[in-house]
């Protein structure tokens, strides 16, 4: 057993495998000076927006959007958010760690080596140890940020405007996150059972309301943004807005409260894709139809899955880490699980670096004692 401090337990059980409890592990430091912080990993990534913006109304960090997410697995299988066009992945700003290896020694970025510490940044920190705290790089944010949050039916135009922002979303100033959510909604009481579309654009500017409606304008004009759409607030406030939606205002008190988020927002089954070349007219009108035409189940999730496989990314058809997703393969549940069987599900996760992954694997963890349904198999297994 290996005794990290008093909150920490970690059980070698009879089979060999490895039970962790994690209790309490979740203090933040914040060095405002050095524009870093560390944070152990029992910690949400809500506590650590609240610890900076106690410290600091000038310093950030991007990750997610929901702040119950935890800091273990969102960081380690990268950790997207409204910063991410400026500052790019929770991951991308980790610079040092602490972890408890495959030999109960606990190592730091240098005693483990930069293989290792690149493995946990987006490789998912499960495979690789037990990651105790994170060091990250915080980012400077100015005093102001803007949010909007308009939303446009078909009949307002939503499919020309949602084929517009495929083209121009990846491509407008980096301050800029025009985040988009398509939902089928009961389009009128008078029209019994029937749904219709609306398009969402949920969206964040890091800077001030003026320079965004020029870059609105410039980029992006068929939106039609106008000054009341949009709210100036602080990147705090822009947290707790983006978080289920609560007014500006806001006490910040609800990034520590685990009970604001309900079962329903926890507990999801989710699959992801990567969508390479914009979809055409036609083809967002027939996925309009599919949208609008199922109850909602996990069938209704997997047909639309399969639908969509002419539309995005092949060969492998990839899928984002963090929303994982047994349904394109997994390990056995008993014995060894081949590098074959593994490279199924792990090439659409990490194409190439599957492999660069398996070769560290197989080097800190022989044995496999860090093991689950999609982790990374060392290649003698
Ligand atoms: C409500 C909700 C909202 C989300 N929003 C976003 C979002 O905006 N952006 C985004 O990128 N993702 C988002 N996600 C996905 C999220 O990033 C993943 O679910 C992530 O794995 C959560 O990490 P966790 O530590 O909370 O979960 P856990 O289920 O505890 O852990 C996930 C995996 O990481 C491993 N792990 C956890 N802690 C450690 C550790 N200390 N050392 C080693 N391995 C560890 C676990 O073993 C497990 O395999 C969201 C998920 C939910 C449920």
Redesign the pocket.
Known sequence: MVEYDEFLGVWMTCDNKVE?I?LNLRSISIDTQKKTAWVQ?GA?IGELYYRIAQKSKKLAFP????P???????F??????MLARKFG??ADSIIDAK?IDANEQILDRKSMGEDHFWAIRGG???S?????SWKVKLHDIPEKVTVFNVTRTLEQNATQLVYKWQHIADKVDDNLLLRLFLRSNISSPFKRGQRSINAIFFTMFVGGVDELLHEMKKSFPELELMKEDCIEMSWIESIIYFYIGFPKGTSPDVLLNWNT?TKK????KGKSDYVQHPISINGLKAFWMKMENSKRSLDWSRTLYRYMAKYVSKSPRAA?F???DLDIGVNNINGNTSYEQARIWGVKYFKNNFDRLVKIKTKIDPTNIFR?EQSIPPLLS
Do not use: D, E, M, W
Request: glycine residues 26%; aromatic residues 14%.
């Open positions: 962790l994690i990993t949400t990750a997610g959007v929901c119950n997410v935890g800091v273990g697995g969102h380690s299988g990268g950790g997207y958010g992945t929770a972890l998912g920190g499960t690789f140890g037990i990651i105790t988020t927002q926890l507990y999801f984002y963090n929303y994982r689950n």
